[in-house]
Structures are given as structure tokens and as C-alpha cells.
């Protein structure tokens, strides 16, 4: 018999915080394919974003811009994967690190 969908903090994931990261494993990141109503960069820097600590996030952009990606990737708003991140409270140092690497803003 099937449960009934869980609610809140009952489908919430333990978030691991002191787990490992290769070098390897960040990599990874790199070969993620994109929906198809959105540019390849854009969706790597998204799941980057979403999956990892600002520590790691920190180390993945160096590998990705080495990698010959495009920082200023953007949809077809023309909004840039900075200007997301910029919207979010708390994201102030995942910013930095972008803009540090050369990311710019395209909406103010």
C-alpha cells in the first residue's frame, strides 16, 4: 500500500556538510546536460548553486571557467546567472565569488 505524500520536514533531506568533495566530483558538474529551454552554462552554474556549500561553489568556478564555460551565460531574457543569484538574500558570497571570476550583471 502506497503512503500518503510527505509534508515539511518530513521529505527534507539531511543536509551533509562536512562530506569531501573531489576534484573529481566537481567536475562532474561540467558535463550536466541542460532542459531544453536552457543554455548549457547557465544550467551547470545552477546546479552548482544548488548543490554545493559556498566553500566548494568557491573551488567549481576556477575548474568551470578553465573548462572554457561562459560565466555570462544568460536566458533568453537576457538575464545573466549573476542576476539570479543577486535576488537571493543569502547568496551574498556565491555572488562575490562569480563576480570575482569575471561574471557580470546584465539587469539592474
Known sequence: MKEGK?????????????EEWSDERLKA???????ADMPVD???L???YRGMTEDLFER???LFVEAGHD???TLED?????DLVSQHRRSTAYADILEQA???RNKA
Request: overall charge positive; hydrophobic content about 40%; proline content about 8%.
Open 42 to 44: 547557465y544550467n551547470i
Open 46 to 48: 545552477l546546479k552548482a
Open 71 to 73: 560565466l555570462n551565460s
Open 78 to 82: 537576457g538575464s545573466s546567472f549573476l
Open 29 to 35: 558538474f561540467l558535463d550536466l546536460e541542460p532542459p
Open 102 to 104: 569575471g561574471a557580470k
Open 6 to 18: 510527505k509534508r515539511g520536514a518530513e521529505r527534507t533531506q539531511i543536509a551533509t556538510r562536512n
Open 60 to 62: 567549481f568556478i576556477p
